[in-house]
Each structure stands twice: as C-alpha cells, then as structure tokens.
C-alpha cells in the first residue's frame, strides 16, 4: 500500500524557536496533503489541507502565520510552528492522497513539546 | 458543526474475547464512517468504512454496521488477538475521505 512518512516523531523545543515537520510520500504522488493536530484527550483535528503547487487552505481558527505550511513537491509537504509556545504542544500528523485517489494515507505523527 | 464520540480507553480484554469499541455521530448530511487504527509507531490505516445507511464494512474479522437511527458506528471483533492491540479512531466526513472528523480515539489493549 501507499506509504507517508512522517519525520520527526518526536520533537522537544525551547518556547519562542520554530520547527519544522516534514510529511513524505515514498511510493506516489501526493497532490493532496492535509495536516491534523490532537490535543490531549481530544479528537484530531483537520488544520489545513494543502494541494501541490498552491496555498494551503486552513480551518477555521487555525493560525496561517503561525503554521505554515509548504507543498512545494509531489512528495514532500512541510509545518512549520513558528516562534512555537506551550500551548502548541500536541500531536501532529499528516495524511496525503493521490489524483483520483479514494482513500488518504496518513504519517506515523509527530508528538511536539514545547517548554 | 459535524462530531464523533467515541468511548474512553483503554479497553482491556484478554485474547479471544469480544470486543465493542462504540461510536456516535452528529451530522447534518449523510456523511460516510470510517475506523482508523493505529499500530505501535505506524500512521494511521484504515480499518473499514461505510457510505450509507445499513451499510456493513467488515476487514480483518472486524466489522462496523452504519446505524442511522441510533446515529452509531459501533466496532465489534469477535475473539481478538494480541496483535489487535493498537488505537482505533472513529470518523465521518461528508466529503468522500477528504476533511474527516475524528474521535478522540480508543485504546485496546489484548493480553494472552
């Protein structure tokens, strides 16, 4: 099957620094990416679904200027937390189909920490 | 807006015994449902799914039953194993697959 890997799976950050989650496709072409979050004991959450080559399109209440989010490449698409704060931990994962696809394939997530 | 309720984990069970993980929805449309499992370390996969009212969507020896009328999308397993052990996500999305809304996910643990 499709397979979407998700690097790192766990980052700890100083409060104030950005990073950076990369989202990859191994074996097809991803034109859809979407990006979630799960807080604790919480559902996860749709943040944004970005196609290759355009602007990511964001839900409702999520910050754009605080995660961005690059497709750039069929196979790679990226989130940036910037200038990151406690209250951005949390579990992140991404998801990604292809053209005609019927079904998305989803990262191993990544469990940020900010202190 | 669209919402999933799942039941709280962990569950705990002991191996071949049966299992019900339960599922509620709250929709405006007629979304389809899914159940997502997550293994140790893997990405999400999808377990089964159903498109439309009394729909059946079975894999693996697990099977989910679309209830319109009780807004439910219970998962059952008959005898699970061990390797059952992992976290299951309930969701919905009117949109095919695409925007989903998911549960807070339920926990299973299986123990010889």
């Known amino acids: 099957g499709a397979v979407v890997s998700q690097h790192p799976s766990r980052v700890i950050c100083k409060s104030g620094t950005s990073v950076k989650i990369e989202c990859r496709s191994l074996d097809f072409q991803a034109t859809t990416m979407f990006w979630y979050r799960q807080f604790p004991k919480q559902s996860l959450m749709l943040m944004a679904t970005s196609n290759e080559g355009s602007k990511a399109t964001y839900e409702q209440g999520v910050e754009k200027d605080k995660f961005l989010i690059n497709h750039a490449s069929l196979t790679l698409s990226t989130l940036t937390v910037t200038s990151a704060h406690p209250e951005d931990s949390s579990f992140y994962i991404c998801?990604?189909?292809?053209?005609?696809?019927?079904?998305?394939?989803f990262g191993q997530g990544t469990r940020l920490t900010v202190v | 807006g669209d919402s999933v309720t799942q039941m709280e984990g962990p569950v705990t069970l002991s191996e071949e015994a049966f299992l019900t993980i339960n599922c509620t929805y709250t929709a405006t449309g007629y979304p389809s449902l899914f159940w997502y499992v997550q293994y140790p370390g893997e990405g999400l996969q999808l377990l089964l799914k159903a498109t439309k009212a009394d729909d059946k969507g079975s894999n693996k020896g697990f099977e989910a039953t679309y209830r319109k009328e009780t807004t439910s999308f219970h998962l059952e397993k008959g005898s699970v194993q061990v390797s059952d052990s992992a976290v299951y996500f309930c969701a919905l999305s009117d949109k095919g697959f695409q925007k989903l809304v998911f549960g807070t996910g339920t926990r299973l643990l299986v123990s010889p």
């Open positions: 998801s990604a189909t292809y053209l005609g696809g019927t079904e998305a394939f």
